[in-house]
């Protein structure tokens, strides 16, 4: 099944912006191809029957595949081949990180949406999700630099090509493609807040609120990347990927922890608080657009962890998960929900009307 499995992507380092040129220099119609894309992902109609999503859809993959197609040649000089994973969940779900150039970075990148626009054509996702994937797959070509916009969405257009057949192969695949989109958009979500981090350090609040506003988009993209991740069926996700994810057919039982891209998120989400540690009250007074986009950013963190919860519920039910044995208490969902209670206590004064549980004390694990 490997070679029917998306290639190995290489993003880069979460904590480390990217230097050189601009990420499409060089590259003749580039930026102007990436502006089409994000202007038909503007005028996404997830809401307006199966045959405008295509057509939506569709609009914005036939300018990503010709930036893609212009791009490869980026790819030759870092293929994901020359690095080792970091972590067991690299290995599976074939990730990489490294210090790579803003070029670099962009082309695989584009690889990554590429796969995940042409996949949402089939995947049955529920229409906020889907509109909160597009909007982060948009930020990232906006972030990269894209420009000008995409002609009006012919709704009488037809599809761009025949769907693929749902087969367990083509879930594998979008198990994999999904969770790659996911990493990119935890990397992306990581170097905004860097950003606005740096700004806050050179007192330029205007502009790290802008940064902060970046990172949202892309946290809010989280849930939607997971979602599409598990649009297959129960059946396959216990009998086929939750036995890939363990021993034997790998040397540890797969967890969370391993996702590096996202705990380099969640620290640069901890550097923000300690550089910005006032309650909402006090910094309102002063500044009140970064006082609302910080609670914007840790509202979104609080409902990827909620989102987390009930998209697995379906799956994995009252199982325990991958790490723990027969002795261990609680299962999946019950450690999921505590990871939820202690950041609902840790941003409670950042946010209005912040609430800790009835007792006022929330149970570590």
């Avoid at 594998?172 to 990397?187: P, T």
């Amino acid at each position: 099944m490997k070679n029917l499995l998306p290639p190995i992507v290489v993003l880069p380092n979460p904590l480390s912006p990217c230097k050189g040129v601009p990420a499409f220099s060089g590259i003749a119609d580039a930026a102007s191809l990436a502006g089409q894309v994000a202007g038909a992902l503007d005028r996404f109609s997830a809401f307006s029957g199966p045959q405008m999503r295509e057509v939506s859809l569709c609009a914005a993959l036939a300018p990503l595949e010709q930036l893609e197609s212009l791009s490869v040649g980026r790819l030759d000089s870092i293929g994901g081949e020359e690095f080792a994973a970091k972590s067991l969940v690299q290995q599976y779900f074939r990730i990489r990180t490294a210090d790579l150039d803003s070029a670099q970075a962009s082309a695989h990148a584009i690889g990554v949406l590429v796969r995940s626009l042409d996949d949402l054509r089939s995947a049955p996702l529920a229409g906020a999700s889907a509109t909160r994937e597009t909007a982060a797959i948009r930020q990232v070509l906006i972030d990269q630099g894209a420009h000008g916009d995409a002609a009006l969405v012919d709704e009488s257009g037809p599809p761009g090509r025949a769907l693929p057949e749902q087969t367990s192969h083509h879930w594998f695949a979008r198990w994999i493609s999904a969770h790659q989109l996911h990493a990119l958009f935890n990397v992306h979500a990581a170097l905004a807040i860097g950003r606005a981090i740096e700004e806050l350090h050179e007192h330029d609040v205007e502009t790290a609120t802008v940064h902060i506003r970046r990172a949202t988009v892309y946290v809010n993209g989280f849930s939607a990347a997971r979602a599409h991740a598990l649009a297959l069926p129960t059946s396959f996700y216990n009998d086929v990927l939750r036995p890939s994810m363990a021993p034997p057919l790998t040397s540890a039982p797969l967890s969370g922890r391993m996702h590096l891209e996202y705990k380099a998120y969640r620290s640069q989400i901890s550097r923000l608080l300690t550089a910005v540690p006032l309650d909402i009250g006090e910094l309102a007074e002063d500044e009140p657009e970064l006082a609302f986009a910080r609670e914007a950013l840790l509202e979104a963190d609080l409902i990827d962890s909620e989102s987390h919860v009930c998209l697995v519920e379906p799956v994995v039910g009252h199982a325990k998960s991958l790490i723990q044995n027969a002795g261990s208490k609680g299962y999946a969902l019950s450690i999921l929900r505590g990871i939820r209670d202690r950041r609902a206590a840790d941003m409670r004064t950042f946010v209005r009307d912040g609430q800790l549980p009835a007792d006022g004390r929330v149970k570590r694990r």
